[in-house]
């Protein structure tokens, strides 16, 4: 059985940093991919990032590229989300999830797995 486990969350300043973690468990994840998703209060959830847990590539949305930043070791089987500069409109709960297929994907309806959330709070 899989599971995702996110930790990490909290309320932090803005221009502040918080690193997100997501504990994989169940079955190996090579040549797969792992996404971070986050849903603010009223709206729906959108993508963040993503890696492919097979040689780290790593995708991005464009409102944080420059300032977050995905990673993964393998050695822990978990995931994780740095996240930098932080403003108030990061302001979400944020989700791991993984995607048991080869081709990225961008769509929360296309990823199989996913963690209970934690909440990001970024005050001005």
């Known amino acids: 059985q899989v599971q995702l486990v996110e930790s990490g969350g909290g309320l932090v300043q803005a221009g502040g940093s918080l690193r997100l973690s997501c504990a994989a468990s169940?079955?190996?994840?090579?040549?797969?991919?792992m996404g971070w998703f986050r849903q603010a209060p009223g709206k729906e959830r959108e993508f963040v990032a993503a890696?492919?847990?097979?040689?780290?590539?790593?995708y991005y949305a464009d409102s944080v590229k420059g300032r977050f930043t995905i990673s993964r070791d393998n050695t822990k089987n978990t995931v994780y989300l740095q996240m930098n500069s932080l403003k108030p409109e990061d302001t979400a709960v944020y989700y791991c999830?993984?995607?048991?297929?080869?081709?990225?994907?961008?769509?929360?309806?296309?990823?199989?797995?996913w963690g209970q959330g934690t909440q990001v709070t970024v005050s001005s």
């Open positions: 999830a993984a995607r048991i297929r080869h081709a990225l994907a961008m769509s929360p309806r296309e990823y199989e797995y």
């Open positions: 169940g079955r190996t994840f090579s040549g797969y991919f």
């Open positions: 890696i492919r847990w097979s040689g780290g590539t790593t």
